[in-house]
């Protein structure tokens, strides 16, 4: 097992990192408070694991709210069904909720904990490869509107993280290589060492190997928890953690939500930030080149959709939450492991980068 913390004073959490651990419980339920749980699930996971973790809550007092699976629920409207839920049966604010899904459930679930009563703990029990290296961790929560990503939301960080790797046994393919977009990321933006092992070892990682597998999320984990640690709410460093998202979100808005995967999206988008970069002229082409085969090893898209055109890009990015008096706010690379936010690149470098990755006119 692999333990961390995530180092933000009274508000600090462990992750736990292993297989197997839903089933023990002595490691992790003492990070509910009191007798009232509820778990969020959706009607994808309930099957597979809901059963075993309620086995492991003993005298707790459970409910559950299962959400019909998919980003396209990810709205306000979903959310309601946990409120509902909640008051239904009572919980108070000593209640504790538990995700025990992806990064949608994880959202959902962590925002409802955020405002339910104004505010109650939550632990989170990530189940696919992105929940358990990214969303997971560093308390944003969220939903997303027809106009945008993630547009409503709040920070409220969880109680405990429990990455139990044997719940991706049953991931699929596709999800399991959107989970590698974020692990590649950190590679990116803060970590060269760490990129430098991913290529030596995609090819293990891809077939799922345990060593490997529990490794790649230890040091996503570690270099997210260090950057949030550093800004919990985002007023400077941490918007590097969002690298290839302005255009990544921008796909998923465009093409609705839950077509593009998120990883997939952001996979698509890092390749359009190191293209601007390169042409910034402060990427090497070297660079340029390995990212985007490490992507592509890991069963990624490395182009974005090509019925978006350029105008719907721009439009779109230009919703991005890092906008600052009307600019854009892109995070660039400016060598291997170095991330930088920059409003720097003018608008038609960006649309000549769009249109030489194939987007129209
Ligand atoms: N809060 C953050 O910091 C943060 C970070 C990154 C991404 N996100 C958000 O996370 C979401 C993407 O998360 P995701 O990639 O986990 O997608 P997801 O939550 O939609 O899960 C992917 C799919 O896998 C299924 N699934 C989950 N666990 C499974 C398992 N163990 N076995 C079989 N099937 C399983 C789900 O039901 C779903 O169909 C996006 O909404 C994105 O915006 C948030
Ligand atoms: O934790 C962060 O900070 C991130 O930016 C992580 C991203 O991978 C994640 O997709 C996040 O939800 C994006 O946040 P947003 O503020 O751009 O909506
Ligand atoms: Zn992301």
Redesign the pocket.
Known sequence: MKNLELDLGERSYPIFIARDLIGEPDLWTKYIAGKQVCIVTNDTIAPLYLEKLKAQLGDKSVCEVILPDGEAYKTLTTLEQIFDTLLAKNHNRGTTLIALGGGVVG?MCGFAAACYQRGVQFIQIPSTLLSMV??SV?G?TGVNHPMG??MIGAFHQPNCVLADLSLLDTLPEREYSAGMA?VIKYGLICDAPFFEWLESNIAGLMSRNTDLLEEAVYRSCVN?AEV?AEDER?GGR?AI??LG?TFG?AIETAEGYGNWL?GEA?SAGMVLAMALSLELGWLGADIYERGKKLLELAGLPISPPENMDVDQFLQLMGRD?KVLDGRLRLVLLKGLGEAVVSSEAPEATIAKVLRAAGVRA
């Open positions: 959202d990214d969303s560093g944003k990503k993630n974020e997210k949030v985002e941490r953690l969002n998202h979100h998120h952001v939450k």
